[in-house]
Every structure is written in C-alpha cells, then in structure tokens.
C-alpha cells in the first residue's frame, strides 16, 4: 500500500507503521514515545481509512479533523497525509534561551526560559524541545502566559539523552528550538463553578501548576482540589507553593499521597496508602466536575477508568500521559 | 412523525446515555471482559452510532456490519446470555433518563432484530 505525503509516494512495508515508513523514505517527522502518548508524530489523513488504533485516545475534534498517531498507523489501504501543523492553529517552532535552572527535587529541575517567536499559550499545554541533534521531547508548560518566562519541569532520567543534555550541557544563556504549542489539558474559561479535580504523579504537576493558577487568576469560585501522588515522598515536590496557595484560597484542597515511606520521610498531612481508595474518599461524586490527570501513562489510564466508571463524563477527562521516550 | 432520536433530546442527551450504557457495562462482571482493552473512546463513538441507529436518528453511520463487527467477541466466548445482558443495561440507562417503558421495548425489538447478525448466525 502506498502512502501520499509532501508530493511524494511512499510504499509501506508489510507490517510498518506510517511513521516508520515515513522516516525510512528520509522524511522528517518529529516523533518521541512511539506509543501513541506523546502526540509528537500526530499527522493529518487527507484520503483512505484510518485504523482505529492510530485515533485512540485523541479528542473528538482531532478525530474528526482527520488527526492521527503516525506510530500507531498500520494501514490496511492507501493514504494521502499530510502534516498536522496546519490544523493545529497556533502550532510553530520558535527559540528558547535558558535563563535559569534549579532542582525542586532530587531528581526533578526546573528550566526557565526566554522565548522569542513562541506563539500564544494556554497554561497545561506542552512544547516539544529540540536538541541540536534533532532529538525531541515533549515538556508541559508550567508558567502562565502572563508571566515572563517559560517554566518546564523536567524529570532526570539515568541515562536520558535530553535529560541529561538540560541538566549537565545546556548552559545559561544558550538557545533551542522548540515547537508547539499542543495538548488541551488546559483551563476552560467560563466555568467558575465547576468543581475540578487535579492528579498527578511526578512532573505531571507541571501542567496541573500551570491549570490551578490559570484557574484562580481568575477567580475561579467551584471546589478544587489537587492530589499529588508518588512513589515515596522524596518524589513529591511544589509543597511549599501549594500549601500556601491553599491557605489563601479556601475554595483550594491540596493533599498528597506517597505508597510507601520507608524513612518516615512524609508530611503529616500526607497519606501513605493506595492513591484509589484516597481518591474515592476525596471524590465521592465526579458527576459534572473537571478532571486532569497527568503523569505516568498506566496510571493516567486507570485513573481516566475510574473517573468515568465513578461518573464522570469522558469530555471533562483531560489527561497528559507522559509517556517515556523510545531510544532509537 | 417524531422518532425517539428527537424525542429523547439529540445529540447531546444520547452523548451522555451512551456512556451512561458503557459504563454500566464496565461495572457489570459478566461482560466487562469483553471492554477491558478496548479504546473507551472510541468503543463510545460507535455504541452511540448504533444508539442513533436504534432510536431512528440521522444515519450517517455505514460502517455498521454487526455480525463482522462481533466475530472478535465471538471468538472470545460471547454467547447470547450476553446480548441479553447489553439490552438490559440498555434498557435500564434509557429508563434511568425518563424514557417510557413503551418506548424501552421498541428500542429492545430493534436490538432483537439484530441478535442473529451479531450472534454470526446472519449476515
């Protein structure tokens, strides 16, 4: 079967994935997780019939602007594609310079930066950051639009080829190329009594930092509540910032929720348990309130079940997976 | 004459049953199985085309070969205890949302019609 992409046609290999067929052709496609999460390899299907798999998990209005996961695309017929940039108002690439960084915990550190070209934002939306390379990661943006600089909260991982590349050579004063931005785990104006709920696990916070904000800089009136989850507490982080921002917003509940705590390192306001049960307790009706669930792709996925299954409805799900990168 | 589609509120009224139905599917031991990796959004996107379907709604639906569309199911031990099931947590979700029983049955009698398709046993 032939693939039809920026006046070129392509033959796919039995069994390839657009994406791979792409990229085999000498085509550039920008591209991270590979397992459909990270939506950097999203292109646009023009002509022919998309599988189901390579739409699952995107938002009706994506699917119906003929969006899809490249890496997830195995087709059974022709397509003619092409790039998604174009139906994704708003989506370029601009320059980030780094201006400052600092860890907010052990193996969490923050970048801030200046942009020059970077289009207009929603805070909770992420940008895809290149490395002179070409390599690309996704970061959710963590700073409002209003504020200065750009906030991304990056994981380090042992062996990250970006994560290393921020933490130890990226020096202050340095540029990159960034593109975006993309995602809708973003505030919905207009709603000011809508009750929300925000999970998350490790840097998923950035983009639920930047959504709690977005929320109460405009007065948002309906309950939130925020519920950070970890493995152990040395994982937690931002909690200073939340417990003073829920001291002076009563409408504001943060808690947190770490599985295990070996060193009786935890808070005393935070629970040692199953993240489930809390939840239910925290959440006895999510009929009608708004849910963000970002960080660990497993968990974002069994959380987004039991939100709906518990009555939430699936358009109030927003959810980030951040899915790990696949080392190619 | 009024179909039920515009009886029971459009679109929007048969986006909120659909995952109503869906979810007490996922909650009921007996078929939830059958849901456990299926991609819930867009398993919604086709419950609530053939909802549309049912209800007499603006069919703009083609892809809809019930019985190619279950072989999978089948293969995984589907039987009509199932079927039966599915049009009772139908059933129950429409009169949860204040349709008429009379109503309910017309929905059941179009769904019976389709059981031989999805059972395989029609094309």
Known sequence: MQIRFRDRTFDLEAGESVLEGLLRAGEKISNSCRSGACQSCLLRCLEGELPKASQAGLRPRARAAGLFLSCQCRPQGSLSIADASDALAGASRFQLELVERDFLAPSIFRLRFKATGMPAFLGGQFIALEKPDGLARSYSIASLANEDLIELHVRQIPDGRMSGFLADELNIGETLQA??????CTYEAGKLDQGLFLVGVGTGMAPLWAVLRSALAVGHRGPINVLQAGLTPDRLYLLEELRELAARHDNLTSSTVVKE???SLAAEDCVVGDLFELL???APEPRGQRIFLCGDPNLVNQLRREFFLSGAALDDILGDPFAPAVET | MTTLFEKFGGDDALQAATEEFYRRMLRDESVANFFADVDMEGQIAKQKAFLTVALGG???????????????LRDQGMKDAHVDTVIKHLGETLLSLGISQEDVDTVAERMEGLRDQVMGRAE
Do not use: I, S
């Open chain 1, 179 to 184: 593109e975006g931005p993309r995602g809708d």
């Open chain 1, 280 to 282: 239910r307790k925290l």
């Open chain 1, 261 to 263: 705590d070996p060193k």
């Open chain 2, 58 to 72: 603006p069919n703009n639906y083609t892809g809809l070969d019930m019985n190619k569309g279950h072989a999978a």
